[in-house]
C-alpha cells in the first residue's frame, strides 16, 4: 500500500482544488488504458492513488492559462 501525504501533494499544485482536478483528469485516462508514468506501484493499485503518485514524483503537472484582459 502506498501512503501519500496530503502535505507533500499541497506543495505540488498549492490548491486542494487543482490537485483534485489534475488527479481526477489523470485517473480518468489511467482507467480508460494510459500507460502509467511510475514504476513502483503495484498492478492492482487503483488508477487515483496511481495519478496521486505521478502527482508527487512530478511526472505529471499542470500549466495555467493566461488571464484574458
Known sequence: ???IGIDE???KTNSIYKLAILAA???YELSQGAGKL???V???T???TVALKEIL???????EK????
Open 1 to 3: 500500500m502506498i501512503n
Open 9 to 11: 501533494l499541497m506543495k
Open 25 to 27: 483528469r489523470r485517473a
Open 38 to 40: 511510475v514504476e513502483d
Open 42 to 44: 503495484e498492478p492492482t
Open 46 to 48: 487503483k488508477p487515483t
Open 57 to 63: 514524483d512530478d511526472k505529471i503537472g499542470y500549466k
Open 66 to 69: 493566461e488571464k484574458e484582459k
